[in-house]
């Protein structure tokens, strides 16, 4: 008796032990066995058109391998190429795309997981197949009733798997009609309790929706035609005189009678958990209402619904209480009738308590228990690693009492996976739950740091899970570890859990959560912050508005300063009309132009995302009252400012309105005078919309502020308020730290930090100041730092030359420190380079361009960052001895990058010398050797002048200067001249070639009185250079001019020019008298119009020798080259333009020519020589007239 007493204590014992182990979850990185983790339901239909998927997932350590059976024997995977396993799972995929029959995978199956520490086996998951067959073909009779008859037309759907859904439709698809009269039955037939002549059609079709295939199947259509027995008789009785030819019984009425159930009671089985279903209908004219009753108590109102016009009776989640007999009952005028079922409810296994993982420490003891209830009362079986236990190894640890196992004293190496299965005729349950045999010290699985928010007066619940084997003792500190909590307000919870049921402000702080087994400890930092409700302090009232004006609602709302609230308005409990009028601010909502459909309860509602206020006021509309028109006005000043709900850095101000004065306020400005900093001058600090009273002011730390309001209408703005009382807000530390903080160097030893200093208004306190700070980055680990006040820039001295230094700084008051700063990377002062570039070498590309190489300085030798490269080069002298030397200095700057650079525009025929150095920010360094090289000959430049300095009736003698810039050995000059006239045609160009030793030359056989042009250039062996040209005019004949007399003191001149004159002044006196007598002189007008070109003036020019220019390079147009073949063809690609195209050309009587030509006069400006050309009579009547 005492060792049964024993064994009852240690079973009671065990069972407390095995429910506070069974909470623990182990860590993923600890060994355990396998744990399915999920699988297929137990009855698995699939789809035949789609590939079969059969889940197995489990987790464990080591991971666990998986294997299948079907229909209990080994499933060998690998045999069949349409099945596959999934990497690191259990899951079979079998692939039916390529016509294989999916009815050939039917069958039951079962997963199982296995690792070195035990095995665990799914369910018995049974695979079959959708099915939607085919209707049985049949031919539909039509249906002949009489009215008022009942009627049932049957549907007998195929059976399909899953059941089919039933419907009545018609040819159109549309369901057909159904009323207490006319109604579907749960299985599926439609029930006519009496029938009517608009029952009558051919298209009563019943269909069936198959869903797992998503086909619909129809029944063939059936006709009903119902007869009206009475109208029949009368049309009859008029051919056969007999109005008693059919009987008219069937339309009479009468008492109800069941169509189904039939019989009086029936029976009905329904299994724990599922939905019951009872129908009752009734025939019977007119149509009978049906009644529920249970007659032995009462239909649970909760969980029962009364269906097709109350003809079913529904009751979902069926238990053991819904078991029993009800009644229906079916009645009409004519009487009634009764059917009773008696339900009978039976329960498939469900768990109780179902067995938990199992974790223990070597030497402890603990308990699986599977306790399981149905009806009948389910059998339990127990199996170890997937063998039944009676056929496991012996264990003398393990004890089996019926539904519970108990382990006593386990040894390392007990760990096993246990199944129990419990049992009934209706179905079973399987549960895996291993034992895992571990020592473990404590761990703590909470996250680290986690803070918990609560408002105030509100439970917290600090969470402290934890693991280990043996079992950790949890036990909780508040800051400081000097004492355990205990007692009240703490509720100490077995999975670790600190509740405090009562949340108060000095229950915030930090809390530590120790865990403890017999090998060692772990603990847990976590906080806990206590929030200030969220409430409505000024709540919307109640508003009486006209049409058209606009309405202020109001919601001001106090909130724990660190909870970001949200508002929303609603309007009759639904949300705000989607319309512009309606305006949401912060804590206002403002209806514009106010309608009568406006009218309604508005509800503030301000939430955050602990908690949660609201209020609610309502608005009335009324019609507008006219009012006399006024004078409008600036508005009064506010009043009555009053500050409300102080903060450390914030105030409600709020005002009474002054008169507006018929034009409504637009909005208020609120400003600000800070005595403390700026007395006396006014700042504005915000605005606020016209309709608002109230404004929420956000505050600077010490500052002593004092408000005022100021009213702006369309007229303009009110006179300011009266001060509101002074509000001093206290000193903190610096909200903010100096901006625009860099680091550069101004030698090459130093590094100077710089800084936009705060203003007074962010100082936040007295004792402003800057805390520096600076460290070499990736050198130095500790920050070096120094205090300093009222300056904006801080030097470091004795830096390393260029080196990146890590800058902060950060601003203070003697209220503290500015939050942390931002890292600035600067770097230290630069040094001149200290190499030179190597490897200079010079490629002369031509006579004036040359490219310089030059070989890269080391990184190290830069002391900077490295900008470019300049090359200086001069030109030491020419390689003639008759130029003079240049002594010109020029630059060419490259990037970085570049090792090579092209010298341009370099002077031919000389010597250049030419060094390269590094330059970076602080300078250039030093210069590399010097290099020299030469220029090759070039083509030379332009004579130094050249003229026509003597002229005779057929020579010109010319003479020139050497050109300046010979640019190489000259080696002669090329002289090409020939004729010019006015006609745009020009004579054959003459090439002459002349020695170097020449200055001079004459030219014989010339045209007399003709016009010449010469180009004159100067060549070396590399070709001629650009030329010079001129003009010039031979004589003409001696007989024309020998008698050298002055023309204007010949007598037969003078009287030819006073006939002209005569004749001048009789045509004058003509015209006169014709525009005197109307007419009109039309030469006149087209003279001035059209100046004829042989009477006009001769420019001063017209016999000058043209300027150098680049056009002049070039021969005339129609100009050939001389059979002696002498013209060469000019290096320089010039061409001869062509003259006599454009200009105002003018000619003497006799053809010659005596004016301009070719248009160019400003490009032809003689070099100081004027023809010697002598004056012609025909040139002074010209001039004359």
Request: aromatic share 8%; net charge negative; hydrophobic share 30%.
């Amino acid at each position: 008796m005492m060792d049964r007493w024993s064994d009852g204590c240690l079973a009671l014992l065990v069972i407390y032990l095995g429910h506070m182990i069974s909470a623990l979850e182990v860590p993923l990185d600890l060994p355990q066995p396998p744990t399915i983790t999920h699988q297929s339901p137990k009855d698995y239909i699939i789809d035949p058109r789609e590939s079969i998927i059969i889940h197995c997932e489990a987790k464990g350590k080591p991971r666990p391998s998986f294997s299948w059976t079907r229909n209990g024997t080994h499933f060998d995977i690998d045999r069949d190429p349409k099945v596959i396993m999934k990497p690191h799972s259990g899951t079979l995929v079998i692939d039916i795309s390529g016509g294989e029959r999916s009815e050939a995978y039917e069958g039951v199956y079962q997963c199982t997981a296995r690792n070195e520490l035990g095995t665990a086996v799914s369910n018995n998951i049974i695979i079959r197949q959708s099915r939607s067959p085919l209707w049985s073909k049949e031919r539909m009779k039509p249906i002949i009733a009489q009215e008022g008859e009942s009627l049932i037309l049957p549907c007998r759907p195929p059976a399909g798997l899953p059941p089919p859904i039933i419907f009545w439709m018609d040819n159109n698809f549309q369901r057909l009609p159904q009323s207490r009269r006319v109604s579907q039955g749960l299985n599926g037939d439609l029930y006519f309790s009496n029938v009517q002549t608009e029952d009558s059609r051919s298209d009563y079709i019943c269909y069936a929706r198959f869903p797992h295939t998503q086909t619909i199947q129809q029944k063939q259509p059936i006709t009903v035609r119902v007869l009206n027995m009475d109208s029949m008789n009368d049309t009859l009785a008029v051919y056969f005189n007999d109005s008693g030819l059919f009987s008219d019984n069937p339309s009479e009425e009468r008492a109800p009678t069941f169509m189904t159930p039939s019989g009086s009671s029936s029976s009905k089985l329904v299994l724990r958990g599922e939905t019951l279903e009872m129908e009752c209908i009734a025939d019977g004219l007119p149509t009978p209402e049906v009644s529920w009753m249970k007659l032995s108590g009462e239909i649970p109102s909760g969980r029962a619904s009364f269906l097709n016009f109350h003809k079913t009776l529904r009751i979902t989640d069926v238990s053991e209480v819904d078991a029993g007999e009800y009644r229906c009952t079916a009645k009409n005028r004519h009487g009634s009738t009764q059917h009773n079922i008696r339900v009978s409810v039976k329960a498939a296994p469900h768990w109780i308590s179902a067995p938990r993982n199992l974790v223990l420490a070597p030497l402890e003891t603990g308990v699986i228990t599977c306790r399981a209830r149905g009806h009948p009362k389910p059998t339990i079986s127990w199996s170890m690693n997937g063998v039944p236990i009676e056929n496991a190894l012996k264990d003398p640890s393990r004890k089996v009492e019926d539904d519970t196992i108990i382990f006593s004293e386990v040894q390392t190496g007990s760990s096993a996976v246990y199944q129990c299965n419990a049992s009934n005729e209706y179905g079973y349950l399987l549960s895996n739950a291993f034992v895992n045999v571990l020592a473990e010290p404590p761990r703590v699985l909470t996250p680290p740091h986690k803070v918990y928010q609560v408002i105030m007066n509100k439970p917290a619940l600090l969470e402290c899970a934890s693991f280990g084997s043996p079992i950790p003792t949890i036990t909780w500190f508040k800051d400081s570890r000097s004492s355990t909590l205990e007692g009240d307000p703490y509720v100490f919870h077995k999975n670790g859990t600190l509740e405090i049921h009562v949340s108060q402000t000095l229950n915030s702080g930090k809390y530590t959560c120790v865990a403890r087994n017999s090998l060692g400890i772990s603990e847990n930092h976590v906080y806990l912050e206590v929030k200030e409700p969220t409430r409505i302090l000024r709540p919307p009232e109640y508003r009486e508005v006209q049409r058209n004006r606009d309405v202020l609602f109001e919601c001001k709302v106090k909130h724990d300063p660190s909870l970001v609230p949200t508002m929303m308005w609603l309007k009759d409990d639904a949300e705000l009309p989607d319309d512009e009028r309606f305006r949401v601010d912060s804590d206002s909502l403002t209806i514009i132009d106010v309608t009568e459909s406006d009218a309604g309860t508005y509800t503030c509602i301000m939430n955050t995302t602990l908690d949660e206020d609201s209020a609610s006021a309502r608005l009335t509309v009324v019609e507008a009252t006219p009012s006399p028109a006024g004078i409008h006005g600036q508005p009064d000043a506010p009043t009555d400012l009053e500050l409300t709900d102080p903060g450390a850095r914030s105030v409600d101000l709020t005002w009474t309105p002054g008169d507006e004065h018929n034009s409504p306020i637009n909005k208020f400005v609120i400003q600000y005078e800070d005595g403390l900093h700026e007395s006396g001058v006014w700042h504005n600090l915000t605005e606020v919309p016209g309709t608002k009273t109230t404004a929420h002011l956000k505050l600077s730390p010490y500052v002593h502020y004092t408000f005022r309001v100021l009213a702006l209408n369309d007229v303009g703005y009110s006179q300011p308020s009266a001060r509101s009382r002074l509000y001093r807000t206290n000193p903190a530390a610096p909200d903010v730290n100096p901006s625009d903080v860099s680091g550069f160097g101004t030698e090459h030893n130093n590094l100077v930090i710089t800084w936009t200093a705060l203003t007074g208004l962010q100082s936040n306190g007295p004792g402003l100041q800057y805390k520096v700070m600076w460290r070499q980055q990736e050198v130095e680990e500790d920050w070096t730092s120094v205090n300093v006040a009222n300056v904006s820039r801080f030097t470091v001295s004795g830096t390393p030359t260029f080196v990146p230094y890590e800058v902060m700084v950060q601003a203070l008051n003697d209220y503290g420190h500015g939050p942390k700063p931002a890292v600035v990377i600067g770097y230290s002062g630069e040094d001149f380079p200290a190499a030179a570039p190597r490897d200079v070498r010079v490629l002369v590309m031509n006579s004036t361009l040359a490219e310089v190489h030059w070989s890269e300085v080391p990184l190290e030798s830069v002391r900077g960052r490295l900008q470019g490269y300049k090359i200086h080069y001069h030109r030491e002298r020419s390689l003639h001895r008759h130029n003079s030397h240049h002594s010109e200095r020029r630059t060419e700057s490259f990037g970085p990058n570049k090792t090579s650079g092209k010298l341009p525009h370099l002077h031919p025929y000389s010597v250049y010398s030419v060094h390269v150095t590094a330059f970076n920010g602080r300078g250039e360094g030093p210069a590399s050797s010097v290099q020299r090289f030469e220029t090759p000959e070039g083509v030379p430049g332009v004579p130094s002048y050249f003229r026509v300095s003597g002229s005779d009736l057929d020579t010109l003698t010319l003479e020139w200067g050497p050109p300046h810039e010979r640019n190489g050995h000259l080696t002669g000059y090329t002289l090409q001249y020939q004729t010019i006239n006015s006609s745009s045609e020009v004579g054959v160009l003459e090439e002459l070639d002349l020695p170097t030793n020449h200055t001079s030359v004459t030219l014989h056989h010339l045209k007399h009185s003709t016009r010449y042009k010469f180009y004159f250039s100067a060549k070396t062996q590399k070709g001629p250079g650009p030329a010079l040209t001129d003009e010039a005019l031979t004589i003409i004949e001696k007989a024309m001019v020998s008698p050298q007399v002055d023309i204007a003191t010949q007598g037969w001149f003078i009287g030819l020019m006073s006939a002209i004159a005569l004749l001048i002044l009789i045509l004058l006196i003509v015209c006169f008298i014709k525009r005197n007598k109307g007419g009109k002189y039309p030469v006149k007008e087209k003279e001035d119009a059209h100046g004829d070109p042989e009477i006009q003036p001769m420019k001063e020019d017209d016999l000058t020798f043209g300027e150098y220019s680049d056009e002049d390079h070039k021969p005339l147009k129609g100009s050939r080259t001389p059979s002696s073949g002498t013209v060469k063809r000019d290096d320089s690609g010039d061409s001869l333009v062509d003259y006599g195209d454009s200009g105002d050309t003018q000619f003497n009587e006799d053809g010659s020519f005596i004016g301009q030509y070719s248009g160019t006069s400003e490009r032809e400006v003689a070099r100081g020589h004027e023809s010697s050309e002598p004056p012609s009579p025909m040139n002074a009547m010209n001039s004359f007239v």
